[in-house]
């Protein structure tokens, strides 16, 4: 089956520090893999698509690397703020047509001053 | 433009009562998509449509159905609603032609709760 795993414990980090969350895959890799923010009471909100051809994506203070050797996705969050709490979900697209994503259960990052 | 708007924002059910959830959106895409999402489970898929015309089942598609008669539009039906229907209703939009990603647009969700 084409699986995504995430840790389900909350990371509590201080502000200004580096956050980094795990996104684990088992089987085959997916061509790319997508990196979302969701909100309390709110749908998830798309952050960053990593390629399976590309070891590392940035974007302001975010970064997100591709490991197809270790089957995994890191996710980091540099000079972190009380902003960034949220819950971080990851998505593997599925075989099949219709660009049909499988999300992880996300990780709930809280940032503290 | 409103991106994808999803209507009721929340709904109380009696078991076995109907009700249709609506999606709307105004980005020209293809691809629509209806998923639940229940605590510790993350988000399943329900069912999803490639177009204007058509529908296909997703992970978790009993004891729902979808029809996309419009490309704007998605409506997700509960025919006989039960208790374990309880949960948040996403919809979701992507691909457009000529786009660089398939990144897909969600609503702001739906909060529905069987009794």
């Known amino acids: 089956s084409q699986k995504i795993e995430q840790n389900s414990e909350a990371l509590n980090i201080q502000e200004g520090k580096t956050a980094t969350l795990t996104c684990n895959y088992t089987?085959?890799?997916?061509?790319?893999l997508q990196w979302y923010r969701q909100d309390p009471g709110r749908g998830p909100v798309f952050l960053l698509l990593?390629?399976?051809?590309?070891k590392e994506k940035r974007k302001e203070r975010l970064k997100v690397t591709f490991d197809t050797t270790l089957k995994q996705s890191l996710f980091h969050i540099t000079a972190s703020q009380p902003a960034d709490s949220a819950t971080y979900l990851c998505?593997?697209?599925?075989?099949?047509?219709?660009?049909?994503?499988?999300f992880g259960t996300g990780t709930q990052l809280k940032v503290e001053l | 433009n409103a991106g994808v708007t999803q209507t009721p924002k929340f709904r109380v059910l009696k078991t076995g009562q109907s009700m249709t959830l609506l999606c709307a959106q105004d980005?020209?895409?293809?691809?629509m998509y209806w998923y639940r999402q229940d605590p510790g489970m993350g988000l399943r898929l329900i069912h999803y449509?490639?177009?204007?015309?058509?529908?296909a089942k997703g992970e978790v598609p009993d004891g729902y159905n979808v029809s996309r008669l419009k490309k704007q539009n998605f409506l997700l039906g509960l025919e006989s609603a039960a208790p374990s229907q309880t949960s948040v209703y996403f919809c979701?939009?992507?691909?457009?032609?000529?786009?660089?990603?398939?990144?897909?647009?969600f609503g702001p969700g739906t909060r529905l709760t069987v009794l």
């Open positions: 979701a939009s992507s691909y457009s032609p000529g786009g660089s990603t398939d990144t897909q647009y």
């Open positions: 089987n085959y890799s997916p061509a790319y």
């Open positions: 990593i390629r399976e051809n590309e």
């Open positions: 998505a593997r697209i599925l075989t099949g047509g219709g660009n049909k994503l499988t």
């Open positions: 980005m020209n895409h293809e691809y």
């Open positions: 449509s490639v177009g204007e015309g058509t529908t």
